[in-house]
């Protein structure tokens, strides 16, 4: 297995080079919204929680924003002459999918915190303009919720991800799809074991129900995996 | 102290024999289709050796192509197998990929400008040469700051044939380079393919424009119908044929091809005399395409 730094590297900057532009578009439209949707559910009266459901935002910041980031990760794949050139770049199969790996995970991630950070620091600033009452930042964020969030969210990146290579054309519809789909499997499964339709003791629930992080943290590595053998698959 | 030169020239010659026999591509008993039904290529055996232009030749449909994604690898033969100095290329390995640039007819073409496209991807070559990218630039006349999807598709051909040529690879493969390009385009193509061209480089050329390139062809390979048909060096065909005008010569029988050009009879006989004679690839293509055997059996002895 052929791992460069200097590649992986190589290949994050051309990616910069060639969508700087739609991303730096995106983190301004991001943080704009972000500003405004927290300015409108905040509260003058309460400056000590000022933003009722901080959470909230950052949730459809880093699921909706990330999720159609993620999808979007092999666009080159929808044309084929994007996808000649993408694969005749010199790097191994490895290196392209941690670049777009990072790219979409810790990257994206990195600039979600950010935007939300940096707007719940402007909304104090525009509250005390506005209002006269200063906000205390984060005073109403549920921090415990924070490390689930992104648990969840890498979640759904393995397997965003993973349709992202699955459906090189229409990927965004094609996804949704599928996700609705596997959602309705979900919540029938869940709905026959709480009816006892489908026999299973206590002990299995409970194991179920307290362990289900661990088996979602089981299937990332799985998804992960299965989409580097789609990229490889996709060479020939 | 002689005995160390000798030595050295021993050792000199030995890198350049295996240098020689290591630096090229062969491919065994190919055999590939698009689909199940047709088969593009039935049992193809092919070797292209280093340091040489290749002009590769054929009618539509007959694979140029896909011959030419074969050997980078982005295709996988059906059975028989692609070797780019012994290594099968389907392996893709990042140091087989370093040496090989492919120039399709299609390109991408993001919105960014020439210079942006040079700065994405010469990190990917290790033997890139901006020198020689901007002096083929300077040649074709293309500014760097204009953008990739606004400039003519001519324009684009000569810029990714400049940064091909500056990747300095060891295969190079174009792919109907000169489609679309005005007449002092082609000749400064030929220009800027002869200057940048180093012994140690393979140049393979799929093209229906045979006039574009003259007496740029080391070796001349036609396909038809699945077969490498024709695979010949222009010196060869230069000693084994002539080709000359019908009413220069009496004796029909040994007449290997007829054609007619703008009124004008040519023919395609043996050459009898020890002088070479100037190649006409067009008339050698049509009559390689209309009776193959017959032309190749001037090459036996």
Known sequence: ?????????????????????????????????????????????DPETPVDAP???????LYFVGSFHTLRSYREFSRHADAVTYLGIPASHIEKFLSRWIITLPVFLSVCIAVFSISYLLLSIIAEQTWGVI??????????????????????????????????????????????????????????????SIQADDSFKALLMSNYRYLMLLAVPILWFSSYSILKAKTA | MEVEYSNYILYVWCINILIHYINMISINNLEFSHNRNIGLFKDLNL?????????????????????????????????????????PSISRDVELLQRIYLQQEESYLPSISLSEYVSAYRDFYPK???EKLESSMQIFEVPMDSKLNEISFGQRKKFFLSFGMATNVDYLLLDEP???????????????????????????????????????????????????????DIE??????????????????????????????????????????????????????????????????
């Open chain 1, 1 to 45: 297995m052929e791992i460069s730094t200097s590649r992986i590297v190589s290949l994050i900057k051309r990616d910069w080079i060639l969508y700087n532009r739609n991303y730096t578009l995106g983190v301004l439209i991001l943080f704009v919204l972000c500003t405004i949707v927290m300015f409108l559910i905040s509260d003058e009266a």
């Open chain 1, 55 to 61: 959470e909230l935002v950052f949730i459809v910041m």
């Open chain 1, 135 to 196: 906000f205390t930042p984060f005073s109403s964020f549920e921090w415990s919720n924070f490390f689930k969030f992104i648990l969840f969210f890498i979640f759904f990146h393995s397997l965003f991800f993973l349709f992202a290579l699955m459906f090189s054309k229409n990927s965004v519809t094609k996804s949704i799809i599928v996700f609705i789909g596997l959602w309705f499997v979900f919540i029938l499964f869940n709905y026959y074991i709480n009816s006892g």
């Open chain 2, 47 to 87: 070797k292209l050796d280093k340091g040489k232009i290749y002009g590769l030749l054929g009618k539509n449909g007959t694979g140029k192509s896909t011959l030419l994604r074969l050997i980078c690898g982005m295709l996988k033969p059906k059975t028989g197998t692609v070797l780019v100095d012994d290594k």
């Open chain 2, 128 to 130: 890139f040469d901006q």
């Open chain 2, 178 to 232: 000169t489609n679309s390009l005005d007449v002092p385009s082609r000749s400064q193509f030929r220009k800027v393919l002869t200057a940048g061209f180093h012994e140690s480089q393979t140049i393979i050329i799929s093209t229906h424009n045979i006039f574009d390139f003259g007496r740029l062809f080391d070796t001349v390979i036609i396909l038809d119908d699945g077969q490498v048909v024709f695979n010949q």
């Open chain 2, 236 to 301: 060869a065909i230069e000693q084994k044929l002539s080709f000359v005008m019908s009413n220069t010569f009496g004796d029909e029988s040994v007449v290997l091809h007829k054609d007619t050009r703008y009124g004008e009879h040519l023919s395609i006989i043996p050459n009898s005399d020890d002088e070479p004679t100037l190649v006409d690839l067009e008339v050698l293509f049509k009559a390689v395409i209309n009776n193959s055997k017959a032309i190749n059996s001037q090459f036996k002895n």
